[in-house]
């Protein structure tokens, strides 16, 4: 099981990395932003069953991990105003980065899985997923709105 969900999380990872740099070909929008953290939610769902429930120190300890790895993704994801709209701005270091949490996260959990049951295990991981993209998000969403901001700044002072 552990090798089976690695797998999926290895092509995850090339899924997103791919995603990330179609998103930098077009505007960024708040929806854009937000939707993938409230879709994610959704995942909560697993803990109704009691395999996958964690305790409170392992909760600290994914969301307390996932806090640092989010800090990774936050700088390297900008953004850039080009022409009258808001792009992504495409980084060279991010897929490395995505790249290193993943190896990280599969070494943890191969490491962790002798210890730990595959259920809790995996409530730790989903856990530790969302400690990091909730941040994440929210980082991009306030730098977003900095931007958007300067923009409709800069369109009065352009108007007037």
């Known amino acids: 099981m552990v090798v089976a969900s690695s797998i999926i999380a290895i092509l995850m990872g090339v899924f997103v990395i791919f995603v990330r740099m179609k998103a930098s070909k077009k505007p960024a929008t708040v929806k854009k932003i937000i939707l993938p953290p409230i879709f994610m939610s959704t995942g909560a769902l697993m ?24 800090f990774f993704l936050i700088k390297t994801s900008s953004f850039e105003i ?10 060279k270091a991010f897929p490395f980065i995505l790249i290193g949490l993943l190896l990280a996260r599969i070494a943890f959990k191969s490491y962790l899985s002798t210890t730990i049951d595959f259920g809790e295990l995996s409530g730790m991981f989903w856990m530790l997923a969302f400690g990091m993209i909730v941040p994440w ?22 108007t007037t």
Not at 82 to 91: D, F, H, P, T, V
């Open 47 to 70: 803990y109704v069953f009691p395999q996958f429930r964690i305790t409170p120190l392992e909760i600290a300890e994914a969301l307390l991990v996932g806090f640092i790895f989010s």
């Open 82 to 91: 080009r022409g009258q709209e808001i792009y992504l701005k495409r980084s």
């Open 137 to 158: 998000r929210i980082a991009m969403y306030l730098n977003y709105k900095k931007l958007k901001s300067e923009l409709e700044a800069n369109n009065q002072i352009t």
